[in-house]
């Protein structure tokens, strides 16, 4: 009888050392949510969504074995930063087991490009001025920090660039106070506007989306700063 409750014993205790071992193993995986407009779904010049730095990051974690999971449902084209934001004050829902909330705790990775859409198409009505940098900054300042109190992920903001609606000085004034936002909230900033200076990046000069090639380069610089 004692032998059989010492093997019993050991049957227990294995079971649950391999259970351990096995969330252990789990919980070194990453999770990694995409947010951003159409720069974040790697958007086309044709209305299609292409292979975006997300997609790269999502194939470099798989490939390492390193992935649990990757979410881009806070990603699309014409996304904007208030749309966003009420988006996590109310907590939506992302599917029915998942609130938005609970999707931005459990990451591990959070990448995030947003407004390159929204500030172009005030630049094309002539809606873009101090004012509206300044609420727009504003906006920003409270998405990261609310997604500082929800979770510890690892925050990469991806900073505005040049193109042919948006101009440099914009651009400096932009991506100086994401600076400041991504030191005060201890994220990093993956700074873009000196890549795309190269115009081989474009599917057409004319075009503010760029295209694989720059999405494998954004990819790397992410990777690098891990």
Do not use: C, P, W
């Amino acid at each position: 009888m004692r032998r059989r409750n010492k093997i019993l014993l050991i049957i227990i205790i294995s079971s649950i050392i391999t259970y351990l071992i096995f969330f252990n193993y789990k919980s070194k995986k990453i999770n990694i949510v995409s947010i951003g407009d159409g720069i974040a779904s790697g958007e086309t010049s044709y209305n299609l969504e292409g292979i975006s730095y997300n997609d790269y990051l999502k194939e470099y974690f798989n490939s390492k074995k390193l992935l649990n999971n990757y979410n881009n449902s806070l990603t699309s084209k014409n996304y904007n930063l208030l749309h966003l934001n009420n988006d996590i004050d109310n907590n939506i829902n992302i599917n029915s087991h998942l609130k938005i909330q609970q999707l931005i705790h459990n990451a591990n990775i959070i990448t995030i490009s947003i407004g390159e859409e929204e500030l172009t198409k005030l630049s094309l009505t002539n809606d873009l001025n101090d004012n509206t940098i300044k609420d727009f900054i504003k906006n920003y300042d409270y998405l990261i920090n609310k997604i500082k109190e929800l979770s510890d992920a690892k925050i990469f903001i991806i900073s505005f660039y040049i193109n042919n609606y948006l101009s440099n000085s914009n651009v400096i004034i932009l991506n100086a106070n994401l600076l400041n936002i991504a030191h005060k909230y201890n994220a990093s900033l993956i700074n873009i506007n000196d890549l795309l200076i190269n115009k081989d990046y474009f599917f057409n000069k004319k075009d503010y989306y760029f295209n694989y090639k720059a999405h494998q380069e954004i990819a790397d610089m992410i990777i690098n700063s891990l």
